[in-house]
């Protein structure tokens, strides 16, 4: 892989971590964003991991806290805020509250390149709430026209697939990758334009 055209990409939540864990031996860099709840008790606060970074916080894992908090760390520079792909479950709050303070800080107006979203199948769409919960999001994204591909196999057959993806994501439009592909879907979004080239 020309690792050019694979930076930057985003694993963002504990289950895009196992799969960040699968593209170590690749030749781009990947960066992970997670979070960490304390130990009850011991004195410590939570944590915002993103690479070997670490932030220490006093929010729980909720989304209005952690949306703020992820608005503050973008505004004041703190990790960088700039990826080309975004990839992990919808469902994790994590995931919920980053994207949605990128699209408070405007990241996305200010710049010409619109993120790619490639969701993990979503582990709570069995639940009612879950897809309540996702179909806000959703419209969030949509209004933005951000781009949402989506992942249906299990972790497994994903990881090969996310492979393949980013092998031929500088040369095949979304449209043309998802008649070819099994298991993967464009769902909202732009899907006429490039991958890479925006």
Same mark, same amino acid.
Request: hydrophobic residues 45%.
């Given at each position: 892989m020309n690792s050019n055209h694979y930076q930057?990409? +985003?694993? +963002?939540?504990? /289950?895009?971590?196992?799969?960040?864990?699968?593209?170590k031996e690749e030749s781009f860099k990947a960066n992970c964003l997670t979070f960490t709840s304390a130990i009850p008790f011991s004195g410590l606060k939570n944590t915002i991991h993103f690479n070997e970074q670490k932030f220490e916080t006093d929010c729980e894992y909720e989304f209005d806290c952690l949306k703020n908090e992820f608005v503050s760390l973008i505004q004041s520079k703190q990790f960088s805020s700039?990826?080309?792909?975004?990839?992990?479950?919808?469902s994790e709050?994590?995931?919920?509250?980053?994207?949605?303070?990128? +699209?408070?800080t405007q990241l996305y107006i200010q710049r010409d390149f619109?993120?790619?979203?490639?969701?993990?199948?979503?582990?709570?769409?069995?639940s009612l709430d879950i897809r309540k919960e996702l179909a806000q999001f959703i419209?969030?994204?949509?209004?933005?026209?951000?781009?949402? +591909?989506?992942? /249906?196999?299990?972790?497994?057959?994903?990881?090969?697939i996310l492979k393949t993806i980013l092998a031929k994501i500088d040369i095949n439009s979304i449209q043309l990758m998802?008649?070819?592909m099994d298991g993967f879907e464009f769902l909202i979004g732009k899907s006429s334009f490039n991958l890479i080239d925006g």
């Open positions: 930057p990409i +985003l694993f +963002l939540g504990n /289950r895009a971590l196992t799969v960040c864990e699968s593209f700039s990826f080309k792909q975004i990839i992990g479950d919808p709050l994590i995931y919920q509250a980053f994207c949605c303070a990128l +699209l408070e619109h993120e790619i979203h490639i969701w993990l199948y979503p582990m709570g769409m069995t419209y969030k994204l949509k209004k933005h026209d951000t781009a949402v +591909l989506l992942l /249906r196999k299990p972790i497994n057959e994903s990881i090969e998802e008649e070819k």
